[in-house]
């Protein structure tokens, strides 16, 4: 998903999503994929740049069901901008995983700034 947004390959971002999603930065919402993706074509757009870097991956797989988690680093360049071109977040995704015909789908997906 980083990967995919920061090469703005918005057709493979929503594929890897589930048909419904809950996306969390701090209030949980129940998105759709398409949903998804043009909220973060509309703030990516905004953006000169972006580099999304996961480390500490962690995934447990139970059945049809997976929970990954992940140290991220995400960077995200903008000239001109107020107080400054770089906006750098750090913290930890939690990513919920479905198996489905089609293969692995993100089903809830949560960033915890700072963690």
Sequence with gaps: VARGADLRQWALVRALFADAVELD???PERLTPDAIVERWRALFAQMDAT???LRDVRVTVDGDRAHATSAFRAE???RAATG???WVLE???EHELARTAAGWR???LRMIPGA
Excluded: L, P
């Design 25 to 27: 930065y701090g209030t």
């Design 51 to 53: 580099e999304h870097a």
């Design 76 to 78: 995200h360049r903008m």
């Design 84 to 86: 400054g071109d770089a």
């Design 91 to 93: 913290g930890r995704y």
């Design 106 to 108: 993100i089903t809830r």
